[in-house]
């Protein structure tokens, strides 16, 4: 991965580059300790609502906890990382299935929505 980002950063001075890499990486090795830990079969019953709700879930417990004593730049930058990864979870989700869960009201019948089942 710090390939990749070397070769495409050029527009970063060195410390912003190594910063982005670490945070990369970061993410990098948690998603990849939850895929080892959960698998797929949770994610995948995900709607693109319930995507939303972790995530925001995630960030804004981040911000909230600024308002009070509890804050640290410590957790705020916890809560940013799970958001992260869950938008990770959430992308690979889609791309290894095409779409998220469906949501209730596309699995109504006769309601003209989508179903979003897999082929």
Known sequence: MSEVLNENTEMFD?????LL???L???DKEVSRQIKLWGFDFDDKNTAND???YICNYVAAG???GRNEEYTPEKFR???KKAACLCISAMLTID???DCAPRHYERLPNSGAKTNEKK
């Open 25 to 27: 990486e970061e993410i």
């Open 51 to 53: 995507w939303c709700s």
């Open 96 to 98: 290894r299935n095409g």
């Open 14 to 18: 060195e410390d912003t580059n190594n």
């Open 78 to 80: 916890k809560n940013l």
């Open 21 to 23: 890499i670490t945070i």
């Open 63 to 65: 911000a909230y906890a």
